[in-house]
């Protein structure tokens, strides 16, 4: 079962333009994880962000979780070419440590 | 240089065969995870093992299964009774040992499999 959701599904830009992805879930979490992946390839961890905290920055991401609306958002500033992929958000829920995915959202970032 | 290996990259199955993939870490983690992932979609949870000769079915274990003989290696075999085992399978590891709300996972390069 998939526990995240993300919107949207694909999302174009140009370089240098900002670009923010959303991802909704359905129960308590202990946390919510973000994840880069190239095609074809595994799953780069990107930021975490405890179910106690509100926003997280890291370089030019930045990260927001609304526990009241079990949703979160990933921004990531000023992107570049090198930023096409898929990212996917995780959560990991009360007494188990595997993540539950959501299904992504494909950015291209066009140079 | 640490991380996790899987192999082999590519993997073609004649329907009725099993094949097993395997997966090496040596981040010295205790958790070992599979996924699946289909063209287009998340990643699903097949099996995780928190620790050397226990293992908890994830949200598709049928048609698989697993071993954790030892901390570094978590071999997945996909059996005939896998109805649709084309997919590109992803293996994971996690301290384990780190409290839950800020356990990370580390992936391998992922394993493609086809059935021919």
């Known amino acids: 079962s998939q526990q995240g959701e993300e919107d949207p599904q694909a999302l174009s830009i140009q370089e240098g333009e900002n670009a923010t992805m959303n991802c909704s879930y359905k129960?308590?979490?202990?946390?919510l994880q973000w994840y880069r992946q190239n095609s074809g390839r595994g799953l780069v961890h990107l930021i975490l962000i405890r179910s106690n905290e509100r926003e997280k920055h890291s370089g030019r991401l930045r990260v927001t979780l609304d526990t009241s609306k079990k949703s979160s958002s990933l921004l990531i500033t000023a992107s570049r070419a090198a930023d096409t992929a898929s990212y996917f958000c995780?959560?990991?829920?009360?007494?188990?440590?595997?993540?539950?995915f959501g299904s992504g959202t494909r950015l291209q970032v066009q140079p | 240089d640490g991380g996790i290996t899987q192999s082999p990259k590519y993997l073609f199955r004649k329907e009725g065969q099993n094949v097993t993939l395997s997966c090496e870490q040596n981040l010295n983690h205790d958790a070992m995870y599979w996924y699946r992932q289909d063209p287009g979609q998340g990643l699903r949870l097949i099996y995780y093992s928190q620790i050397v000769n226990d293992f908890q079915k994830g949200d598709i274990a049928e048609g698989y299964s697993v071993s954790r003989e030892k901390k570094e290696s978590f071999p997945l075999t996909v059996t005939s009774a896998q109805k649709n085992p084309t997919a590109f399978y992803l293996c994971a590891s996690s301290d384990g040992a780190a409290p839950f709300d800020t356990d990370t996972q580390y992936f391998g390069p992922g394993t493609r499999l086809t059935v021919l």
């Open positions: 995780a959560t990991s829920t009360t007494g188990r440590r595997a993540l539950t």
């Open positions: 129960t308590s979490i202990n946390n």
